[in-house]
């Protein structure tokens, strides 16, 4: 099943922040947030593993609650470069499966 | 970084005519690869996973008579679309997973069959 994204798209000035969720109703093993911009393709942003991790880079951090089946991503003090479409994407097992991704979160950063 | 070459950018088509797409990892032996589809504002579809030397494995609902995929050798897959139609024209995208870095896209290739 397809994780659920959450906001579907949202609207923010610079320097403002934004949470995103993705919820499944699969037990996950692992949640990847990539964000992509306009006909290129998913830059990987982080990578969440079981047994419940948090971690951040520079000002875009992400956690995984792994017995609610749930990862946010936290983007801190936005800049317009973080502008593009946000995707989760899961796997269940810890074999080589591909990713199961949500519909995206359309992030828009005006100055 | 892990690297993956994707090959062409771009492609246009005509209707009836098969198109083949190269990836291709630069720094990494990948014995399993993923291609994904992607429509115009939609989300990526997994299509098929495909491991070198054996047969690829299909998402239910792609026709694997109609995309056709080969991964002879740790560092190349590659994905014919037969007989393409104009309702095949999207983006596709290689992945491979790569365990340090997670899973690493080539920069796709955006079809379109007129």
């Known amino acids: 099943q397809q994780p659920v994204q959450s906001p579907q798209a949202v609207i923010l000035r610079e320097g403002e922040d934004a949470v995103i969720n993705c919820s499944s109703s699969?037990?996950?093993?692992?949640v990847h947030w990539y964000r992509q911009k306009h006909g290129e393709a998913p830059v990987f942003l982080m990578i969440?593993?079981?047994?419940?991790e948090q971690k951040g880079h520079d000002k875009i951090s992400a956690s995984f609650n792994e017995k609610k089946q749930q990862s946010s991503l936290y983007l801190t003090a936005s800049q317009l470069s973080y502008s593009g479409t946000y995707f989760c994407g899961t796997t269940s097992g810890g074999g080589a499966d591909g990713l199961t991704f949500g519909k995206g979160t359309h992030l828009i950063i005006q100055p | 970084g892990a690297v993956v070459s994707q090959h062409p950018s771009w492609v246009i088509c005509k209707s009836g005519t098969s198109v083949k797409i190269e990836c291709r990892s630069l720094?990494?032996?990948?014995?399993?690869m993923f291609w994904y589809r992607q429509f115009p504002k939609q989300s990526l579809m997994l299509m098929a996973t495909s491991n070198e030397g054996s047969k690829a494995t299909y998402e239910q609902g792609v026709e694997k008579d109609k995309f056709l995929i080969n991964h002879a050798s740790l560092t190349l897959s590659t994905l014919t679309v037969t007989s393409a139609h104009p309702e095949d024209s999207s983006f596709y995208i290689c992945s491979f997973r790569d365990r340090n870095y997670g899973y690493t896209f080539g920069s796709g290739t955006r079809l379109t069959v007129v």
């Open positions: 720094d990494f032996q990948a014995t399993t």
């Open positions: 969440l593993l079981k047994g419940g």
């Open positions: 699969k037990a996950l093993y692992s």
